[in-house]
């Protein structure tokens, strides 16, 4: 069909970049990860004392376990904000389908930090959301817990990654033929039973893609905490950042990458077998 | 015409069959936006009957049946089932079930899930269910394949099951949508007498889909002639092939030839035909069925036959007959006699008067 060398030419530019820019710096990375820092300067002495810190040092465990229950709640309230809305975009919303798609979209060509930064004036002390509160006599000086906490990582979160969450939802909706629909009514199955038995399972494959999304978008997350979390909501990669700046310890930072990498693609491997084995045709 | 057009009302959509009437359609209409689907339509259904709604697409045969299963409500009118208002529950509270036109089974449920989804969700005892399955399997000769995927059948296979999943619940009515529409034609010719066969086994009664005249001939007790949305004709197959009330009937349902006739003192005369009537003097449009029009060698006439000689245009074989189109006084005809080779030149053509049928002409 095509030439050797026009596929040569044409597969050329995108190896060398995933060689370059993703490959070697994965290389380099999973190699400081086993040397060490002695007297502020990078040794190239192979060991296993990173990964021995890591599992005997509980800070690190803590602050993951910390960061995983954040990206499982964000997971949680982007699905249950996210599928609702789906749901009714694509069976009820008939010709306002449109709009509505584009205003779920908009929000995505704003800049992440100008949303956290809105946050931030939502949340702060003299914000909206307390200038509400005491406006309405519920409370009679500003209260500080709602900004700077894990809470306000989670909220900005979900409003950030939401969209991620919605769009393969929607796809996987869409995708639902009608006539099942019709097909389940028909065999005497109600708006309820319809949903559970036909419309949830043949979502899944989309559940699950959105689901992945929050979640692996959260793990890798460290402008959400640096923006509205304080000391308390610190995530995996905001040790993992200052370890590459401030603490100058790369092989340390190396070694927390590896793991937050492993549990990445094995998360990953895990939920595309199992949207594999809920995807029908 | 008058007296035409009395003659033959066949538009009384009342069943011809013996018993009860099960569902009633009772002066509906549907519109969608400004588009008129459905004009004031009447229709009644015998229990136990097979009845197609025949038509072309757009004619409105679909959204019919769409409206009697629920999937679409009547802007006007009302549609009754044994006594009972059907046209204002919704579709999971209706003792009707569907056949869809592309099967619409579950991806994800093995065939034998399939089959138990109507009952399991209209909460058939658990031990009912799985005897009930396996019963509506082997009426389908399905019963092998109760652990596939539906994405694993044939299209004819996948119709089976579609068919075994609309019937373990024990319609009182089922509903099917041109549902051998996407299978080959001699799968297509198999699945007819099948389906033909089920239907006087359990003796439910039919509502059937289609487009396609032959199936509507080969299956219906009754067929109903949709056209633009209203009812063109309803009467049995054979009344509505030898009687078609009006030209589009004779048209749509097998080939005819159209004789547009002046009539003076029970003399009808089209072109230089001449056979004798029993009507009033005046203009009239007469269907005459190409395998009404013999081959004076072939067979042999009454007294009253109208002979004529025809010059022959155009012979097709195709097997048991021979399709003719031959021209006389200008008239072209078509014609459909027994095999007998090839013909040319002038040969003496007959029908019978009683075999030109006069019909309405509708616009």
């Known amino acids: ?281 | 015409m008058t007296e035409l057009a009395s003659s033959s009302t066949a538009i009384a959509a009342a069943p011809t069959h013996t018993g009860t009437v099960l569902l009633e359609v009772r002066n509906v209409a549907k519109r969608f936006g400004l588009r008129e689907v459905l004009t004031n339509l009447s229709l009644q259904i015998a229990s136990g009957e097979f009845l197609t709604l025949l038509g072309e697409s757009g004619s409105g045969k679909t959204t019919l049946l769409r409206l009697v299963a629920g999937f679409e409500q009547p802007t006007s009118g009302e549609i009754w089932m044994s006594g009972e208002r059907l046209d204002t529950l919704p579709p999971y509270k209706r003792r009707v079930n569907t056949v869809f036109q592309h099967y619409a089974l579950f991806p994800h449920l093995s065939v034998a899930d399939n089959v138990a989804y109507g009952l399991r969700v209209t909460g058939a005892p658990p031990a009912e269910i799985p005897p009930r399955v396996k019963a509506a399997l082997e009426l389908v000769k399905m019963q092998e394949y109760a652990a596939t995927r539906p994405s694993k059948l044939s299209g004819g296979q996948q119709q089976r099951v579609a068919v075994a999943r609309a019937l373990v619940n024990r319609p009182q009515l089922l509903l099917l949508d041109e549902p051998l529409s996407a299978l080959d034609a001699n799968l297509r010719k198999q699945m007819q007498s099948e389906l033909k066969s089920l239907q006087r086994e359990l003796g439910i009664t039919f509502l059937f889909v289609t487009h396609d005249q032959e199936e509507a001939m080969a299956l219906s007790d009754r067929i109903a002639l949709l056209r633009n949305g209203s009812l063109e004709q309803v009467a049995s197959p054979r009344e509505i092939y030898v009687h078609p009330a009006t030209s589009y009937t004779a048209q749509f349902v097998g080939q005819t030839n159209l004789l547009r006739a002046a009539i003076r003192e029970g003399i009808a005369a089209a072109g230089n035909l001449n056979w004798p009537v029993t009507l009033p003097d005046g203009p009239a449009l007469f269907s005459l069925r190409p395998d009404a029009i013999r081959l004076a060698s072939q067979a042999a006439a009454t007294p009253y036959a109208a002979r004529f000689r025809a010059r022959i245009r155009q012979q097709i074989f195709s097997g048991a007959t021979e399709q003719l189109e031959i021209e006389t006084g200008g008239q072209l005809l078509r014609v459909r006699i027994p095999a007998r080779g090839p013909l040319s030149g002038e040969h003496e053509f007959f029908f019978e008067p009683t075999d030109a049928i006069p019909v309405r002409e509708r616009a």
């Not at chain 1, 995996?236 to 990498?261: E, H, K, M, R």
Request: proline share 6%; aromatic share 16%; charged share 10%.
């Open chain 1, 1 to 281: 069909m095509y030439s050797r060398t026009y596929k040569t030419v044409l597969s050329a530019p995108p190896l060398l970049w995933v060689v370059l820019f993703l490959l070697l710096p994965y290389a380099l990375m999973f190699a400081h990860s086993f040397w060490l820092v002695r007297d502020g300067l990078i040794v190239h002495e192979w060991n296993l004392q990173n990964y021995a810190k890591l599992f005997q040092n509980p800070v690190y465990l803590a602050v993951l376990l910390r960061t995983m229950r954040i990206a499982a709640s964000v997971t949680i309230l982007s699905l249950a904000l996210g599928y609702p809305l789906a749901y009714y975009m694509s069976f009820h919303a008939g010709p306002r389908k449109e709009l509505l798609y584009q205003l779920v979209i908009v929000p995505l060509w704003v800049s992440y930090l100008v949303r956290g930064y809105a946050w931030k004036t939502i949340l702060g002390s003299d914000g909206v959301f307390n200038g509400f509160l005491q406006y309405l006599h519920i409370t009679h000086e500003p209260v500080s817990f709602f900004l700077y906490s894990p809470f306000a990582v989670v909220l900005t979160l979900t409003h950030i990654y939401t969209p991620f969450v919605f769009l393969p939802l929607y796809a996987s909706l869409e995708h639902i033929p009608r006539n099942l629909i019709e097909a389940s009514h028909d065999l005497g199955a109600g708006p309820r039973g319809t949903f559970f038995r036909v419309i949830l399972p043949l979502s899944l494959p989309g559940l699950l893609a959105g689901a992945t999304f929050a979640f692996v978008l959260t793990l890798g997350d460290f402008l959400g905490p640096l923006l509205v979390g304080g000391p308390s909501s610190i995530m995996i990669a905001n040790i993992v950042q200052s370890l590459f700046g401030t603490a100058y310890d790369w092989p340390l930072g190396a070694a927390i990458s590896v793991c937050i990498l492993v549990l990445t693609i094995s998360l990953l491997f895990l939920t595309e077998r199992l949207e594999k084995r809920w995807t029908y045709r």
